[in-house]
């Protein structure tokens, strides 16, 4: 097999708070092949956000930073990489669009101009042919009537379609990596469907490959090849998507899955956010406590997973989990 | 529709500055008759009757609106001019004075404001805290009259009083070049306030700014910091900076009478001065219009500034 595009060891990231610093990201280890999709689910607060984030060397300043591990990009340590260099990556070979399209993008410029913006940072396109693009790019993600939809401002734009502009300038360098974190969380249902279809229809064209941030279990079977399922900071499970929903071995997983009970139909209304496992995620200040962080809520908890955090097991087919009784669920 | 509201305030401001100056004690007659050396009732009764004295208040009143319509504000009795003249010949020291005080203090509040918000805990931050702070809380006059004894004396780089040199003639540019010399200590003084005011709201706004969603946007685009900062930043952090310079318009007008009385600046408000000492009230009441016009362009140019730096402030579609 050869080098994989992103390859995440052993990443931990700390944020300072008021009291002490924590990490919020502990031991996290994952990869990612150029053309695939890999999608990170969990309950908020589980540092989903912060990974993505860490890639994209955006932590929040003076609060969060990289205490250990790596994060190779193309051969490259991005955590060693120079804020220069990280420029020069950023929105070029990853780009990331966000959660809130009704404030991502800026409402004093025209939504063409925050495109052809980034064409001309990294392609060095001029004035004329970055706009020009702009327009393309606006007709690639169907925004009908690009053309004159270009000199928009985004107030005079849906969330939908704002969405669509910030996939627009995402994709305008044809970046090797996608970042999608929860990009349809603040859409209604039926413009959420349009969305997943675009990005679906852009991956085949231009074959970037998706890190895909959801609570949305069915958006996760139908773009990802792979999963992540993350809890307090930790990997809990790792694996191919049919594989993880058909044979989950992490009791979080477990759990999340049942919550969704129309997992695999295509996609319905019915679709629900995972908020339903009893029990909260535990604070910031437990994450990093030697024990398995999942213990408080969990149905075959033993005294073990109190006393020790439960080493990541992988078993012959890249399906790996972070569980003492995880092979008791086989 | 702003245009309306402009001529109803204005027509406002007409009303009531009349009717201060009505009822406040003496009028022209006691003036002139004193300047005669005292003078017995008939004469002042004659004096009150040729000016139209001693009609009734509305009459007076409508007479004003009426002339004012046509720009003729009367004939000042102890300039013994017309007073849109002599306006006129003073109010683009004012002008210049006030716009150039204005500009001076939006540019430098802002990149002490923006300055300070990127480095919250830097010794430079600390300086624009204590600056501001000392600029919001000293009088005007004791700016100005400290810096007048500070450059009169001590360091005489700067003339500081009146606005051109006599003796010094020539082109242009050496004319500018004068007037621009004795421009500076009023205007540090004027506008030394304003830079605290526009520091300090200017520094509030950024920081909030770089908070926002599209700020992580635009770093995530790679764009450079410069960019991210006055490209993306500052443009969305001008609006209330502007909407204040706006309100603060009228408060700049008002804080020129003073600097001009302390570097006898000949504008309008040492012709307020000269003219309340003088009760000469046709150029008092020329001068109180002639500042509402100037508030009111002023505040119709901030609306046209704000609609530039953003889109979503009129033109809706
Ligand atoms: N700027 C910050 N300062 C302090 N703590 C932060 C900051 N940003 C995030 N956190 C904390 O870090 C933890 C992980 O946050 P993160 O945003 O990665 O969660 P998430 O999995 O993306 O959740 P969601 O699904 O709600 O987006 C949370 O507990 C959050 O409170
Ligand atoms: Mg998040």
Redesign the pocket.
């Given at each position: 097999m050869s080098d994989p595009l992103l390859k995440v060891q052993n990443l931990r990231i700390e944020?300072t708070?008021r009291d002490d610093v924590v990490p919020?990201i502990d031991d996290l280890s994952f990869e990612l092949a150029a053309q695939e999709s890999i999608s990170f689910v969990?309950?908020?607060?589980?540092?989903?956000?912060?990974?993505a984030l860490a890639i994209m060397g955006l932590l929040?300043e003076k609060?969060?930073r990289v205490a250990s591990g790596s994060i190779i990009f193309d051969g490259e340590d991005l955590t060693q990489a120079s804020e220069d260099r990280l420029r020069e990556i950023r929105g070029n070979d990853i780009s990331m669009i966000f959660?809130e399209p009704m404030t991502s993008l800026n409402p004093v410029y025209t939504v063409g101009e925050q495109i052809a913006e980034v064409l001309r940072a990294h392609q060095g396109l001029g004035q004329q042919a970055a706009w020009t693009m702009a327009e393309e790019l606006l007709d690639a993600v169907r925004i009908p009537n690009a053309k004159r939809r270009v000199s928009d401002y985004p107030f005079q734009m849906s969330g939908g379609q704002r969405q669509r502009v910030m996939i627009a300038m995402a994709l305008a360098c044809k970046p090797k990596i996608l970042i999608a974190d929860?990009p349809t969380t603040a859409l209604d249902v039926t413009v959420q469907a349009q969305i997943f279809d675009l990005l679906n229809d852009l991956r085949r064209q231009t074959g970037t490959s998706i890190i895909m941030?959801t609570?949305d279990m069915g958006a996760v079977a139908e773009m990802s090849e792979r999963m992540i399922v993350?809890y307090a900071g930790r990997g809990a499970e790792i694996g191919g998507v049919d594989e993880i929903i058909e044979k989950p071995l992490h009791p979080y997983t477990q759990g999340l899955i049942a919550c969704v009970p129309h997992i695999l139909a295509t996609v319905s209304a019915e679709r629900e956010r995972l908020l339903e496992v009893p029990g909260i995620v535990p604070s910031?200040r437990e994450f990093g406590k030697d024990q398995c962080l999942f213990a408080s809520r969990c149905p075959v908890r033993t005294d073990i997973c109190l006393q020790k955090r439960p080493p990541i097991e992988t078993d012959p087919s890249g399906h790996s989990v972070a569980c003492w009784h995880g092979k008791d669920a086989s | 529709m702003r245009v309306f509201y402009a001529v109803v305030l204005l027509a406002a401001v007409l009303v009531l500055n009349f009717s201060l100056m009505h009822l406040a004690p003496g009028d022209v007659a006691d003036t002139i008759s004193q300047s005669m050396g005292g003078a017995d009732q008939e004469i002042l009764d004659k004096i009150r009757a040729d000016y139209g004295l001693d009609k009734p208040f509305l009459v007076q009143l409508g007479h004003y609106i009426g002339r004012v319509l046509q720009f003729d504000l009367g004939h000042s009795f102890f300039f013994n001019q017309p007073v849109t003249q002599l306006i006129l010949q003073r109010l683009p020291a004012t002008l210049l004075l006030v716009i150039s005080a204005q500009i001076l203090a939006l540019v430098l509040g802002v990149v002490l404001g923006v300055y300070s918000a990127r480095k919250p805990n830097s010794i430079a931050n600390y300086f624009v805290t204590f600056f501001s702070l000392f600029g919001y809380s000293a009088p005007v006059f004791w700016t100005g009259i400290l810096l007048l004894i500070a450059f009169s004396l001590k360091i005489p780089w700067f003339p500081v009083a009146g606005m051109r040199d006599v003796t010094i003639s020539g082109g242009f540019w050496i004319q500018f070049w004068d007037v621009a010399r004795h421009l500076v200590l009023p205007m540090i003084t004027l506008s030394s306030i304003f830079i605290a005011l526009y520091s300090r709201l200017s520094r509030a706004t950024m920081m909030e700014t770089l908070g926002a969603d599209y700020i992580r946007t635009a770093k995530a685009k790679g764009l450079s910091n410069r960019q991210v900062i006055y490209k993306h930043a500052l443009k969305n952090s001008l609006s209330p900076v502007i909407t204040q310079a706006g309100i603060q318009f009228s408060a700049m007008m008002s804080g020129a009478v003073l600097v001009e009385a302390v570097f006898s600046w000949p504008g309008l408000g040492t012709l307020a001065f000269q003219s309340i000492i003088a009760r000469d009230t046709p150029t008092i009441l020329g001068i109180l219009f002639f500042s509402a016009l100037v508030v009111i362009v002023g505040n119709l140019l901030t609306d046209l500034a704000l609609r530039l730096v953003d889109p979503r402030v009129g033109g809706r579609k």
């Open positions: 944020l708070t919020v969990g309950e908020s607060g589980c540092g989903k956000s912060m990974t929040p609060i969060g959660q929860e941030i609570h993350m910031l | -």
